[in-house]
Nanobody
Framework: QVQLVESGGGLVQAGGSLRLSCAAS????????MGWFRQAPGKERELVATLSWSGISTSYADSVKGRFTISRDKSKNTVYLQMNSLKPEDTAVYYC???????????WGQGTQVTVSS
């Protein structure tokens, strides 16, 4: 059974940094692509960053490009989202997600709140 548990959220001032972690169990990274999504109050869930099953390819939403970095540590079965130069508009609940190659994002964590104050 796949389980994803996020951590690392919190309150930070604009311009600061946070690193989110997603501890995964029940899956092998070589079979799954990973993604970080976020959802702000009153807004739809947004795809922020993705990491391919190989761990080589990444993609980012234009709004975070150059500020956020997705990575993984296979030895710890953990995916990270390093967030730098945070802005108030980055405030949201951040979710980790996983999908088998060729499928939709089927597995989700419980989310972690990120709040950026101005």
């Amino acid at each position: 059974q796949v389980q994803l548990v996020e951590s690392g959220g919190g309150l930070v001032q604009a311009g600061g940094s946070l690193r989110l972690s997603c501890a995964a169990s029940g899956l092998t990274f070589s079979n799954y692509a990973m993604g970080w999504f976020r959802q702000a109050p009153g807004k739809e869930r947004e795809l922020v960053a993705t990491l391919s099953w190989s761990g080589i390819s990444t993609s980012y939403a234009d709004s975070v490009k150059g500020r956020f970095t997705i990575s993984r540590d296979k030895s710890k079965n953990t995916v990270y989202l390093q967030m730098n130069s945070l802005k108030p508009e980055d405030t949201a609940v951040y979710y980790c997600s996983a999908r088998l190659v060729g499928r939709q994002y089927d597995y989700w964590g419980q989310g972690t709140q990120v709040t950026v104050s101005s």
